[in-house]
């Protein structure tokens, strides 16, 4: 999933600072999962917003609502009717549906209440960690299903580099070193045919670096 | 919860939880008081104050300390004088109701005449 | 000969070579780079200039190995994939051969997170052992990556690093292999100072044949004092210092320590000539360039051959 971290309290009062009737959206997608923007988020941060700003004398209206998704037309099309008695929107979904509600809201100013960080797993309660670059050209299948583009802090295709020690990343304890996790991946399987090959230069045009991305399926599109 | 009852007007908001080890739920005791500190940080930075928010553990045949506890926590509060919130409120119900517009959110500050304004303490009991 | 430079001579030749580094200052001034010249001059038979390493910016390898050139010094140019993608590097690669530039490291870099500016975005278009294939294709091959002709082919002695000391050890040589695969010319290994474990691991070099398919250069750095070798166990990646290395250098008084970590430089050098299949050192003399010929003199490796 996507998941994201909350601003900082101090830039989001500064963020509606112009505001006195503000909504506060949130998603039931993504970042409900990542405890970062769904309901009860939503209702914690719109009673923040008003203690902070009624301690400042300066009451501020909040409409609190948690949409299915922001990221789909139909859900984005329920806020429409009300939309316009407020003065803005701050959204606790992802960079997507914080955009998508701007596409098409697109009289009122829409506020980004988390960072979008990365593509990830819940590897325990509380604790997320990235796994995916989205570089539009999968090689799991070679690597033990573990990413040398999002796992190795270099991105190194034929890893590890030197700096690899007992397991974890030149660049702090806490981060596994990546190549030692496809080795040992392909070790229990039995593949390590499969570290021995020389790959490639990889194709970045399917990722970012070539440019924003769309998709179209003719099959779907009507 | 916790931040609603801020909004609503209350000067202060103890919460009472088990023995830490002796939770009838385990660890609920344990999650409750993460999240009053979350609320403490989230008082800190609003401007409310996050002294005004406490835990305290307790097991449910210690009456006679949970009397304690909320007599002390009411001192406390009261030694703070009233939410940043009700005296604003107060100062604006002081003032005349034509020139001050409607706003939602709460009922309107506690003032009554001669005074800062009623305190307020809550114990909650934390349920799961 | 594939780019006639004095290292490919002298290693061609059967002799044992001897290389060194010398750091760019962190400015523009290239009478520092000058000045370590001075030292090296006659004493090894080409010397790396590192590429902004551990991500400090510094003067870029290409300038220093061109004030190394004027200076009559065999230049050895240090490339980190880190910080340029694949054009820039096509590019650099094309303009340090037109230079008369004749040696190549390809590495991956240290993260950026070492240096001044770990704000960068983090380039690693294609990694080292990409790179090394690169360079090949476009001397031997004549072109481009992209499968363009390239007119006038670089002709650069094609390098890379190896750590015998990092973990996990079962991959190191594998990894070598790769490198060797993609066209690695010569090796330089990070540091010694676990002589045992270099030992083994030339053993399982040998096993693989790999000696015999490109030119092993030990590394060395002799220890300026026992708080510099507790350091670098500590503090550098990669590194394997045995306690009795520190034990023996701490045991000196502290005036003494200079000259000892010189003398265990000179008998790591004499011990990795033993190791068949080490065809030179590598001699890291960190910011302490002016030891290297002493070292090099003590080590018996005075004359360097002359070149033809």
Redesign the interface.
């Known amino acids: 999933m996507i998941i994201g971290n909350t601003k900082p309290l101090e830039q989001i009062l500064s963020m509606v600072e112009p505001f006195d009737r503000i909504v506060v959206a949130g998603c039931y997608g993504c970042v409900t999962v990542c405890r970062v923007g769904g309901d009860k988020e939503v209702q914690v941060l719109a009673s923040a917003l008003r203690l902070a700003r009624a301690a400042a004398g300066r009451p501020l209206d909040v409409r609190e609502v948690t949409l299915e998704r922001q990221c789909d037309p139909e859900y984005v099309e329920t806020m429409r009717p009300y939309v316009g008695d407020y003065q803005g929107v701050l959204s606790l979904a992802c960079g997507a549906g914080v955009q998508f509600l701007a596409e098409r809201l697109t009289a009122s100013p829409i506020l980004p209440a988390i960072d979008t960080t990365f593509i990830g797993v819940t590897e325990r309660q509380g604790e997320w960690a990235e796994r995916c670059q989205a570089c539009g050209d999968c090689v799991l299948h070679t690597t033990g299903g573990i990413c040398p583009v999002t796992r190795c802090s270099k991105s190194i295709f034929h890893g590890p580099c030197g700096g690899s020690m007992s397991g974890h990343c030149e660049i702090a304890k806490e981060v596994p070193c990546g190549w030692q996790l496809i080795i040992d991946r392909l070790r229990a399987l039995g593949r390590m045919d499969q570290y021995e090959k020389l790959r490639p230069l990889k194709n970045w045009r399917s990722s970012r670096d070539g440019g924003p991305r769309r998709i179209i399926r003719e099959d779907l599109t009507q | 919860m916790i931040?609603?009852a801020?909004?609503n007007g209350a000067d202060g908001v103890m919460v009472v939880g088990c023995l830490e080890g002796d939770c009838h739920y385990l660890v609920g005791n344990i999650r409750a008081r993460r999240r009053v500190e979350r609320v403490a940080r989230?008082?800190a930075?609003?401007?409310?104050g996050a002294q005004r928010v406490r835990m305290v553990n307790l097991s449910a045949g210690e009456g006679a300390k949970f009397v304690s506890h909320a007599a002390e926590f009411d001192d406390h509060i009261r030694e703070l004088g009233p939410?940043?919130?009700n005296v604003?409120?107060s100062?604006?119900a002081a003032v005349p109701a034509a020139a001050q517009a409607e706003?939602?959110?709460?009922p309107g500050g506690p003032g009554g005449p001669g005074g800062p304004g009623a305190l307020r303490t809550e114990a909650a009991r934390e349920q799961r | 000969m594939k780019a006639g430079s004095n290292l490919e001579k002298v290693l061609a030749a059967g002799q044992f070579a001897v290389t060194a580094e010398c750091g760019p200052p962190r400015g523009a001034d290239a009478e520092e780079v000058r000045k370590k010249t001075k030292h090296l001059l006659g004493h090894v038979d080409a010397c790396n200039v590192t590429d902004n390493q551990t991500s400090v910016v510094r003067m870029s390898s290409m300038a220093g190995c061109l004030i190394l050139k004027e200076c009559g010094l065999e230049p050895l140019m240090q490339m980190v994939v880190r910080d340029r993608n694949r054009i820039a590097l096509q590019s650099d690669v094309l303009g340090a051969a037109a230079m008369g530039i004749r040696n190549l490291l390809c590495l991956s870099g240290d993260h950026q997170t070492f240096g001044d500016d770990p704000q960068a975005k983090n380039v690693h278009d294609i990694d080292s052992i990409q790179l090394i294939q690169l360079v090949r294709t476009m001397r031997d091959e004549g072109r481009f990556p992209s499968g363009k002709e390239l007119k006038g082919a670089p002709r650069l002695f094609i390098g890379c690093a190896a750590n015998p000391f990092a973990d996990p050890y079962e991959i190191r040589v594998p990894r070598l292999a790769l490198k060797v695969a993609a066209g690695a010319d010569f090796v330089q290994t990070q540091c010694i100072f676990n002589m045992a474990k270099f030992a083994r691991y030339m053993e399982d070099v040998r096993k693989r044949g790999l000696h015999e398919k490109v030119h092993i250069l030990a590394g060395l750095t002799p220890l300026k004092s026992a708080g510099m070798a507790k350091f670098m166990k500590s503090n550098v990646a990669g590194m394997d210092i045995p306690d009795e290395v520190i034990k023996r250098i701490s045991a000196a008084d502290k005036k003494d320590q200079p000259e000892m970590g010189i003398a265990m430089c000179v008998e790591m050098i004499d011990q990795v000539r033993k190791i068949e299949g080490v065809r030179g050192v590598h001699i890291m003399a960190i910011e302490w360039e002016q030891k290297v010929p002493e070292i090099v003199a003590r080590a018996g490796l005075l004359p360097r051959p002359v070149a033809p």
């Open positions: 931040l609603k801020f909004e989230i008082l930075q609003t401007g409310i939410s940043p919130i604003v409120r100062k604006a706003r939602p959110g709460g």
